[in-house]
């Protein structure tokens, strides 16, 4: 049987069209599940930490024993969770347990 260029180029038109959603929700499932990094320019400037036990407590006076990103009102994450979701850092993920010099409860 031979193909012409035309029935190639339709079979590969549909072949990518019916790809291109798998491909975007997968970039998008792996940009949800990304991680701050703690050499994030906006992490290194609010201070953060995954581990809230090593917040350098002369550079942020106002850390208090037992603050954590899990009981911020910026997270976004469950209760219980490991990472969730915070307002400052977008589609990022922040430890639970870490900190920043934003952490507010109220």
Same mark, same amino acid.
């Given at each position: 049987?031979?193909?012409?260029? @035309?029935?190639?180029?339709?079979?590969?038109?549909?072949?990518?069209? %019916?790809?291109? /959603?798998?491909?975007?929700?997968? @970039?998008?499932? @792996?940009?949800?599940?990304?991680?701050?990094?703690?050499?994030? /320019?906006?992490?290194?400037?609010?201070? #953060?930490?995954?581990?809230?036990? $090593?917040?350098?407590?002369? @550079?942020? /006076?106002? #850390?208090?024993? %037992?603050? $954590?990103?899990?009981?911020?009102?910026?997270?976004?994450?469950?209760? &219980?969770?490991?990472? &969730?979701?915070?307002?400052?850092? %977008?589609?990022?993920?922040?430890?639970?347990? &870490?900190?920043?010099?934003? #952490?507010?409860?109220?």
């Amino acid at each position: 049987m031979k193909t012409s260029r @035309r029935h190639f180029l339709h079979h590969v038109m549909v072949v990518g069209a %019916g790809m291109a /959603p798998a491909l975007i929700l997968s @970039r998008a499932a @792996r940009a949800a599940d990304e991680k701050v990094s703690e050499s994030d /320019p906006t992490a290194k400037s609010l201070g #953060y930490v995954e581990d809230a036990t $090593r917040v350098d407590k002369a @550079r942020f /006076p106002a #850390y208090a024993a %037992g603050q $954590r990103c899990g009981t911020c009102s910026l997270f976004q994450g469950k209760s &219980g969770d490991a990472w &969730g979701g915070c307002v400052l850092f %977008g589609a990022k993920l922040v430890a639970s347990g &870490g900190w920043c010099s934003s #952490y507010t409860n109220s």
